[in-house]
């Protein structure tokens, strides 16, 4: 793995993005996040269905962000914010056991009506394994976490020159920036990835976690059917390894978050 700096000292020209992977305890996150910047230095978009979001701020404005955090990716393959945000990029994220984030986001989707894909789930009545296999939800379940961290969330298009490349490249380029990125957490151990965002960027631990959006129903994956978990993991095949990487990536740096408060680091 590699050894780059565990501490990040945020610099007047420095952007710290946070990709934002759905059903990952983010909302959570974005409460800590934006504790640490004022209100004028954070871009006030979550999502963006096409650039004319974007263009929708003025440049004088977008000059002050220092905070983005949002449902988009950040990477070589993204055209929309990479044109609008020019400062230095510092990018986090936080990952989730696949079949866990793709039954919270079915669990989502039943529950909220204002969702683009709430009537269809609820009125067709879609178990989910039907959700997990129906190519109307695939950007909501196949492989999302790895595509966001590559740089795009959705399968590329037939003519697309980038269309070529393989899931094991895709999949190797989404290790080598999660190596990349200042900070890795983990949802299903959210205490001490804060513990290690705090230390990492050398903020002050809060009182209380927040916990924003939390489903009223846990995400227990030993409670689907064996039919579900068969599709949810070939769906998530690339998403499984990526959470493997995540999680020998966040030991590394826990380690050594603990070791540099031994010795006062």
Known sequence: MNQRSLTFELADDDVLFFVHIPKTAGSSLIEILDKH????????????????????????????????????????????IYRYIVKNPVCITMLRDPIKRTISEYQHILRR??????????SEGLSLFDFASDPRFSKNVVNRQTYMVAGRFYRLRRGDHHAGISDETRLEMAKQRLEQF???????RFDESIQLLSYTFGWDLLDEMPRINV???????????????????????????????????????????????????
Request: glycine share 6%.
């Open 182 to 188: 200042a900070f890795v957490g983990l949802t299903e």
């Open 37 to 80: 910047f004022s209100s004028e230095e954070i871009l006030p978009l979550h999502s963006a269905s096409s650039s004319k979001s974007f263009e929708a701020f003025p440049a004088k404005q977008l000059e002050k962000i220092r905070l983005v955090h949002g449902h988009f990716p950040y990477g070589p393959f993204d055209r929309g």
């Open 113 to 122: 009506f204002e969702n683009r894909h709430h009537h269809a789930v609820l």
């Open 215 to 265: 489903s009223p129903t846990p995400s227990r994956s030993d409670t689907i059917s064996e039919e579900s978990r068969k599709m949810i993991l070939k769906q998530t095949y690339l998403d499984q390894q990526l959470y493997q990487f995540a999680e020998n990536l966040f030991n590394e740096r826990i380690s050594r978050m603990e070791k540099g408060k031994r010795l006062g680091t």
